[in-house]
């Protein structure tokens, strides 16, 4: 659980250099460049963060950014799709949904992209008090934050060569 917690934070600050030691052995180390792939590359290795997508999307007064696994790079649940508000590590089904959403037919049955997604909005349009450890937000918009992540997620899988079922014919706006 520590190792996880110390992922998460790295990736909410990637300008801050973590290491966690176990017996001695450094288990994971971030170097704080504020490169967000660097980090990527310490969790899950080199190799699999060259598989990561970048993802830029806004609308709607709030800014979506990160980075979204190609569909070579999935895992059996939901376990690695990192979302953070405001730099603050959240779940979310919601934004959860809506990026399965956008991969479409181009997920097996049972798999599921990796994802660390940032969500910069206004604090008067989320309500972190939902849960007692603040983990869960409520949004104002949640249609919103649902349109974005899902647009931001097709449109960087779509300038990476890939098109799930569901994009077919559908225009996907630039931004």
């Known amino acids: 659980h520590a190792a996880d917690w110390v992922t998460r934070l790295a990736l ?12 001695g052995e450094v288990i994971f180390a971030s170097s704080g460049s504020g490169d967000v792939r660097s980090v990527l590359a310490a969790i ?42 405001n730099h603050r590590f959240v779940r979310s089904r919601q934004m959860g ?6 991969y479409g037919l181009l997920l097996p049955a049972g798999r599921h992209p990796l994802c660390a997604l ?3 909005v206004s604090p008067e349009l ?4 939902v849960h007692p450890t603040k983990i869960e937000v409520r949004f104002r ?6 349109e974005l992540v899902q647009r931001g997620a097709e449109e960087a899988l779509a300038r990476s060569g890939f098109r ?7 225009h996907i706006p630039r931004s």
């Open 44 to 85: 899950y290795g080199s190799p699999a963060a060259r598989e990561f997508l970048p993802v830029e999307a806004e609308g709607g007064g709030l800014q979506l950014t990160g980075f979204i696994s190609g569909p070579r790079l999935l895992r059996a649940t939901r376990e690695h799709q990192l979302f953070f508000v």
């Open 97 to 102: 949904h809506a990026l399965n959403e956008a």
């Open 164 to 170: 799930s079922l569901t994009q077919a014919g559908r």
């Open 12 to 23: 909410a600050r990637p300008d801050v250099a973590f290491k966690l030691t176990h017996d």
């Open 118 to 120: 940032y969500l910069a």
């Open 141 to 146: 918009n949640p249609g919103l934050v649902y």
């Open 126 to 129: 989320v309500d972190p008090n």
